[in-house]
Structure formats: C-alpha cells, structure tokens
C-alpha cells in the first residue's frame, strides 16, 4: 500500500522560505513521477512541480525561479525547496505519485496522494 507523508508546511512571512518533505512508501514500481500539487481554500488543485525518477524536473510559471523540485530515490523522498515566498503561495500542498515514468500537470492523472501540508504567507 503506498504511503505518502508531506511535513515542512508552517507560517512565514512574505519573502520567506520552507522546504516541503513527502515521505513515501508502498511504492513497488522504481519508474514513476512524483509531484507536488496545492490548492487554496477557493481554488482547484494546481501544478506545481514535478520530477521524474530520472530526475527530470518540471516547475510551473508561477514558482520558477523560486521553487525547486528534488528526490532521494534510495530513501523514497521528494522535497520542494520554496523561496522568496508571497501571499499568492498559501495553500495546502500535496505530494502525489503517478505510476508511469513521465509526469502531467493533470492531478488527475496521479495515483496516490497524500494529506497535504498548509503553508501560511503573510505579507
């Protein structure tokens, strides 16, 4: 059964930084790509980043150059390294895992998520 466990998520103020963590397991299938999506209160889930197992990156617009996206495939974790942070960033960020080795900017097309991590900006 695959497992996926963000932590890192906290209050910052804008200008700020965290680094995001998803802890996985279960996962049996050594190609896939691992993403990190998030969704404010109002909102659908957005794209953020994502990575391949060959780590092959891909952020969206509105976090490059501020966000970056990296795994520790022999410990099964991804991170999201988050910088110069804004009000825009609040929202809860999840991890999620597709079972085939290239990436999408679709949540639908992922397989496993997990609970989510909130991240706070104030300005």
Same mark, same amino acid.
């Given at each position: ?5 963000? =932590? @890192? ?12 963590? *998803? $802890? ?6 050594? !190609?896939? *790509?691992? @993403? %990190?999506?998030?969704?404010? #209160?109002?909102? @659908? !889930?957005? $794209?953020?980043?994502?990575?391949? =197992? ?7 617009? #509105? ?6 996206? =990296? ?19 609040? /929202?809860?960020?999840?991890? $999620?895992?597709?079972?085939? %080795?290239? *990436?999408? #900017?679709? /949540?639908?097309?992922?397989?496993? %998520? ?10």
């Amino acid at each position: 059964q695959v497992q996926l466990v963000e =932590s @890192g998520g906290g209050s910052v103020q804008a200008g700020g930084s965290l680094r995001l963590s *998803c $802890a996985a397991s279960g996962i049996t299938y050594s !190609r896939n *790509c691992m @993403g %990190w999506f998030r969704q404010a #209160s109002t909102e @659908g !889930r957005e $794209a953020v980043a994502s990575i391949t =197992s060959d780590n092959f990156p891909s952020v969206s617009d #509105s976090v490059k150059g501020r966000f970056t996206i =990296s795994r520790d495939n022999a410990n099964n974790i991804l991170y999201l390294q988050m910088t110069a942070l804004k009000p825009e960033d609040t /929202a809860t960020y999840y991890c $999620a895992v597709r079972r085939v %080795w290239f *990436c999408s #900017s679709r /949540a639908d097309d992922y397989d496993y %998520w997990g609970r989510g991590t909130q991240v706070t900006v104030s300005s």
